[in-house]
């Protein structure tokens, strides 16, 4: 795998998020299905390393660029030190979250000519996938390889079914919602980024299966009862779109 590899510079919106989806699916990858692999390599005992994501849906773990200033903004440093001093899955999702700042850093790097609607478009549209952090923690469904993520849907139509109970009889919101409180605390809101409380009324795209406060979508428990398949104003805008 050279470095030359992330030379290419896309310029518009659709060639921006390309390199990203492609960059994110290397990176991906490293933290899944190749984690073995990619946890040998990021021997404590060597230099401080980096992992990239390429364009062709490769991933490395070197030394940063030489070049001052770099080429592209640089991946966190020293990924590796941390290693050994944390749980292994602690390890992998403090990768991931310093790799989707690295993605999201790129992009815009590569953005920066953008005017501000296209800046907006880009956005949005890196939004509608999980974040790496997301698929690592298993938070999200990975919509790369869904059917590597069945127990992922089932736990998050546990959580549907307890809304439904919510939205039919407020009575057993206590009953329904002790079990599932501490597995969907970490849940967060697709528009606010809010955690999920029981106290809140939640509701769950059928789409892209991202979670919402009610009031983040102008959705009452009532105005729910009556809506058969639920789309959050993302996917409601995507499919008015085709």
């Given at each position: 795998m050279e470095m030359a590899s992330i030379t290419s510079?896309?310029?518009?919106?659709?060639?921006?998020f390309k390199d990203y989806s492609a960059r994110r699916a290397?990176?991906?990858?490293?933290?899944?299905?190749?984690?073995?692999?990619?946890?040998?390599?990021?021997?404590?005992?060597?230099?401080?390393l980096c992992l990239y994501g390429h364009p062709n849906e490769s991933w490395e773990v070197t030394l940063p660029a030489e070049e001052v200033p770099p080429e592209l903004p640089e991946p966190a440093l020293g990924i590796n030190f941390a290693r050994d001093g944390m749980n292994r899955k602690d390890w992998l999702s403090l990768v991931a979250v310093h790799s989707d700042s690295w993605l999201l850093s790129v992009s815009f790097y590569f953005g920066a000519r953008l005017n501000r609607n296209e800046r907006k478009r880009l956005f949005s549209m890196i939004n509608d996938l999980p974040t790496v952090f997301e698929v690592v923690a298993d938070r999200k469904p990975m919509k790369?390889?869904?059917?590597?993520?069945?127990?992922?849907?089932?736990?998050?139509?546990?959580?549907?079914?307890?809304?439904?109970?919510?939205?039919?009889?407020?009575?057993?919101?206590d009953d329904s919602f002790g079990e599932d409180e501490d597995e969907h605390s970490e849940t967060l809101c697709g528009s606010c980024g809010g955690n999920y409380n029981a106290d809140e009324f939640w509701i769950g795209c059928d789409i892209c299966e991202r979670w919402f406060h009610g009031k983040c979508v102008k959705i009452t428990p009532a105005k729910a009862e009556s809506i058969k398949q639920y789309k959050c104003p993302s996917c409601s805008l995507k499919r008015g779109r085709q």
């Open positions: 510079n896309p310029r518009t919106v659709e060639e921006i290397g990176i991906v990858r490293a933290l899944t299905y190749d984690v073995d692999e990619f946890y040998a390599l990021c021997d404590p005992e060597k230099e401080n790369d390889k869904p059917s590597a993520d069945s127990g992922s849907k089932s736990r998050l139509s546990t959580k549907r079914s307890s809304d439904g109970q919510v939205k039919n009889n407020s009575k057993l919101a």
